[in-house]
C-alpha cells in the first residue's frame, strides 16, 4: 500500500471517517500516488478521487490508468460526467460509500452539498482537509529524498534567471528563463508562476511579472518553485542587476531579521510565534505543493517549511526542515554577497 | 495584435451584468471565491499556481445587487484593478481556516447570498443561513462575450500561435515534450501571456484504441500528461495548450507527425476540415448546440469527438464554459442551447482511423449577428 494512502488510512480511523471524498488535486495525489493532468488554479469542488476506509480502496476519476499506479485497478477508475448527478452516482456505486455514516470532503459547492444530502441522505459531512493536512504534515524519510530531488531542480532553474539578469532584461523575460530551464530539467509544471520583479525603494515587492525591464544597479525579488514528480520546492532571492550600489546595503538589515525568525522555526513552536518574529514573514508547509498551517498549529520534526521574509526591499526564502535540535536549511542556493 | 481593447470598458462591463443578474434573481450578493469568477467580475489578478496554493492564497469577493463597486480580499494589491478604490481593497480572508471562514460572515451582507464554493471551514460558518449556487448566474453572464472580451480571446490565442510557430522545425525524432514545452513556455511569457493555464500536452498517440494506454470509455484516450520519452519517427503527436491573457483563456491543439505526415495524415486532416466545414455552415444565431452535432455527424460515422468530451466548447476566463456542445449532457440539453451573438465556440472534433491513429485540432469561432468570425487561425493540416 501506499505510504500516503496507509496514513490517510490512519487519520480517518482516527477521526471515525468512513469514506474520504477528494476534490483537491494535491490531497488525491497524496492517496492515489496518480500523475493526471496538471491545471494552473484551484478548481472548484468535484469528487475526483474516493477513499473507502471498509476496503482501503483508492477510486480515482480518470478515462485511463496512464500515469496510475498499478496497485489501482481499472476497475477502480470511473469516467468525469458533465452531469455533476452522473458523477455523484458514479461516487454513491463505489462499494463502502452507500452504506458510509461520516463522510469527509475537502471542499465544497452548494450544488455537490445538495447532490450528496440527495444521494446519501444518512451520511453526516465532515472537514477533509483536516484529515489530509493531519495526514501530510510530517515527512518520511523517501518524502524527503523527493524533495530534496525537486530542490536541485528549483535552484538550479533559479540560477538560469539569475544568469539572466542583466540591464535591459524584462521580468517576464526571466520567469520565461526560469521555466525553460526548468522543463529542460524534466519537469513541466512550476509549484506557482515566480514572481521576478523588480524592487521599487519603500514600496510593497509586486509578485505579477511585467514588461518592465531591469536597469543597471536595480534589486530583482526573485521568488519560485516548482512540482517534481509531485513534489514542490520554492525558494526566493533578490538579486542585484549590473552594479551593486548603496541601496544594497539595505540587505544587512534583511539579514538580522532573517536570523530572528529562522531560529524560531524549531520543534514544538506554535506557528504563530514564526509569523510574529518580524513584519513580512510567511510560513507554509511544503510537500505536495501548498500545505496550509494555522497559527496555532505546533512544529514538529521532519516537517518541511518554506520560510519567506519581506523585509528592508528584500525577498528572502527558504526551505526548511524542521528537526529536533533546529532547521535545517535545504535550499543552499547562495546569496548575493553584500555590497 | 492590432484590435481595440479597453481593460477598464471590459471590467464595467461585466461588473454591471454580475449585478445586474442578482438583481433580476433577487440576490442581495455574490460571494466569489473562485478565482475564474472573480477575475470575471472584478478582474482582479493573483499569480497562476498549483491547486493547492491557488486555493489557500486565494482573493475572496463580494458582489452586490446595487451595481456599488465589490469589496475585495487579497495578497497580491499589484494584480487589483486601477478603478478599485483603497476603500474596496483589504487584506486577504484566511477561508481555509475558521477564524477566517467567521471574518467573511461578519462582511456579509443581509439577504439572500450566493456563492460559488466553500471551504469547509466556511461551510460550517454559514451553517443554517440559506445559501444558492452562485455558478449558473455567473455561467449566464459569461456566456455571450462583449467586444473587448473577444478581442482579449484573440490576443491570447495570437500569442500561443505564435509561440507554437517556436515549435515548428523541433518536433524531430528524440526530442522530448518536456523540452518542447520549455520553449513553449518561455516564449509566450516572452510574447505578453499573464500566465500559463495547463501543463502543454504533447501526446504520441497509438495506431490503435487497443495498443493502450486503457480506456475507461472504450474509446481515443487524451489528453495525458507530457513524459520525458523521446519521440520516435511516424510518431503522431496530439498537441494541446492553454494560455491567459488578461484573465482570457486560448486553446491551440494540432497534430505533428514526426518525421512529416504523409498522404494518410492529410487524408486525416481534410476528413477533419469537411467536420468544422460542415459546422461552420450551419452556425449563426438561431441554430442550437444539436445542429452542431447533426452537422457534424452528417457522413454517417461515428460520431467524431472524444465522448468523455465535446465537439465544442465555450472559452472565456474558464478554459472551458458554455456553451458545451456534444457532451453526455445528451441530445435535449444540446437542441435547447440556442447560439447567439457573442458566443465562443471552440470546434475539436477527432478522426480517428483505428489502426492507423488519428487527426485533432482546434479552432476558436465567435457567434456574429449574421454567421461567425474566426479568433484563431485556420489549421493547416499536420505539421511535422
Partial sequence: ??????????????????????????????????????????????????????TGAVHLLSVTDFGVPPDIPPERLYPMSWNPAAMMGEVAAIPGVANASRIAVDGLTPLFEQLIAATLPHAELADGEVVMRAARAVKSATEIAHIRAAIAVAQEAMGAAVEALRPGVRERDLKGVFEERMCALGTTTPAFEGAFCVVDVDAPIRRLVSDRAATDGDLVAMSAGVLFEGWEASLGRTWPCGRPTADHQRRSRWDDQWAQVADRCRAGAPVGDVRAGAPGVAVHGVGQGYEG??????????????????????????????????????????????? | MSGDLDLARMRRERHGKVANALEAQGFAAAVLLGQQNIAYALGARAPAADAARAAHRRMVAIVTADGAPAQLYTSFPDGVPAELGAEHVHPALPVEWPEGARQLLDVLPAGPVALDEYTMPLHAALDGREIADATPILSTCKIVKTSDELECIRRAQFINERAMLDIDGRVVPGVRGTELSGVFLRRIFELGATANTVDPIWQVMPSRIDDGPYSVTGDVVFPTPTTRRPFDAGDVIWVDTGIDYEGYASDFGCTFVVGGPEARHHDQAARWREVVDRCLDVLKPGASAGDLVRAASSDGSRRPWLPHLYLAHGIGTNSAEMPLVGTDLGADFDDALVLAPGMVLVFEPVVWDDGHSGFRAEEIVAVTDDGYERLSARDGGPRG
Avoid: H, K
Wanted: aromatic share 4%; glycine share 8%.
Fill in chain 1, 1 to 54: 500500500m501506499a505510504e500516503g494512502l496507509a496514513r490517510a488510512l490512519d487519520e480517518m480511523a482516527r477521526r471515525d471517517v468512513d469514506v474520504l471524498v477528494l476534490g483537491r488535486e494535491a490531497n488525491a495525489r497524496f492517496v492515489s500516488e496518480a500523475t493526471r493532468l496538471w491545471l494552473a488554479g484551484a478548481r472548484p469542488f468535484a469528487p475526483g478521487c474516493v477513499v473507502v476506509r471498509e
Fill in chain 1, 293 to 339: 498551517l494555522a497559527d496555532d498549529m505546533v512544529l514538529a520534526p521532519d516537517m518541511v517549511v518554506l520560510l519567506e521574509l519581506e523585509a528592508a526591499g528584500i525577498l528572502g526564502a527558504d526551505m526548511m526542515l524542521i528537526g529536533e535540535t533546529g532547521p535545517q536549511v535545504l535550499t543552499t542556493y547562495p546569496y548575493p554577497s553584500a555590497a
